[in-house]
């Protein structure tokens, strides 16, 4: 198969189990408390590494006791991590997780090296590894990703998880215009698409229409699967796996990740959605990011 380069970010994440989320303004006691790794990019590049392909990370951790067990975790895994910068003087990034009874979540994140990522450093990398597939998100510099986007060579096929979406839809105009495969959450087709969260299929469907962007976009649904718009063509709903969630945290991750798998594959998009499907739901079936990978290895035995 051929090299997907995952580009993004490493996060160290601390998870609590809370009875259900605080609203503003509310306390809330927490109950387990967890330590892994994290960090959306890191989260995709283990999904892709599970289902056996081959990926290399471009990216940064500090040059901390963090992410040096970053680097470590990321080898043992098989991840390529000669793309990955140590800054001196910053923290390895840090995401704060809390998970409801439900299996919801709520995240906020501290960045830390992630916003060190120089594009010299992310183009020369990507750029060495000749990948088939990039897959990007949106926890690094959007400047840094023009970047890359711009130098990519033609044939490399640039999958961008539009997560967080914490920039104006005008300001990744510029990136989009490189984009290949867009997946963002109904959330975010929302937020690009200026109107208001798309609730039903036939709203995500109404949303499509009304987005700028006329490339491939697969929107991630959750518990009602995935809607895929090919470029030029009408939208398709997939439904979600059946499972009974524990832990949706990273879901959307697994999900990116065994599309760019699926992608590299040369598997026809619709074909590469279902796969995603299933490795997302699975990854539900565990708490945390990375450690709910683990039910993954089943979907590269069963060969489907």
């Known amino acids: 198969m051929s090299r997907i380069s995952v580009v993004g970010s490493l996060n160290v994440d601390l998870g609590y189990r809370v009875r259900a989320l605080p609203v503003p303004g509310e306390t809330v ?3 387990d408390r967890s330590r892994a790794f994290g960090g959306k990019g890191g989260n995709q590049a283990i999904t892709v590494a599970v289902l056996g392909a081959d990926v290399g990370f471009v990216g940064a ?3 901390d006791d963090a992410g040096e067990s970053y680097l470590s975790h990321l080898r043992r895994h098989g ?3 000669s793309g990955v910068a140590v800054v001196p003087d910053v923290d390895t990034g840090t995401a704060i997780i809390l998970v409801d009874d439900s299996g919801e979540n709520l995240i ?3 960045p830390g090296a992630n916003s060190a990522l120089e594009p010299g450093w992310v183009e020369g990398h990507v ?3 000749e990948p088939a597939v990039v897959l990007a998100q949106l926890e690094v510099p959007v400047p840094v990703l023009e970047s890359l986007a711009a130098s990519l060579a033609a044939g490399v096929t640039f999958v961008l998880n539009p997560a967080p979406m914490q920039a104006d839809p005008d300001d990744l105009t510029k990136l989009l215009q490189r984009v290949d495969v867009l997946v963002p959450n109904r959330k975010e087709l929302g937020q690009l698409a200026r109107t208001a969260e798309p609730e039903t299929i036939a709203e995500v469907q109404a949303c499509l229409g009304a987005l700028s962007f006329d490339g491939t976009v697969v929107v991630t649904l959750g518990a009602d699967g995935a809607v895929v718009r090919e470029a030029g063509g009408e939208p398709t709903h997939h439904p979600a796996l059946a499972v009974d969630p524990v832990d949706t945290t990273g879901a959307g991750d697994a999900f990116c990740g065994a599309l760019a798998v699926g992608i590299a594959e040369g598997r026809e998009l619709n074909d590469a959605v279902r796969r ?6 699975r990854s539900t079936l565990h708490r945390g990011a990375q450690p709910s990978q683990a039910p993954l290895a089943d979907v590269v035995a069963d060969g489907s």
Do not use: C, F, S
């Open 108 to 110: 906020v994140v501290d």
């Open 127 to 129: 750029r060495a590894a």
């Open 61 to 63: 951790v500090g040059a």
């Open 79 to 81: 991840v390529d991590v």
């Open 29 to 31: 006691l927490a109950g």
């Open 276 to 281: 995603a499907i299933e490795v997302a739901g």
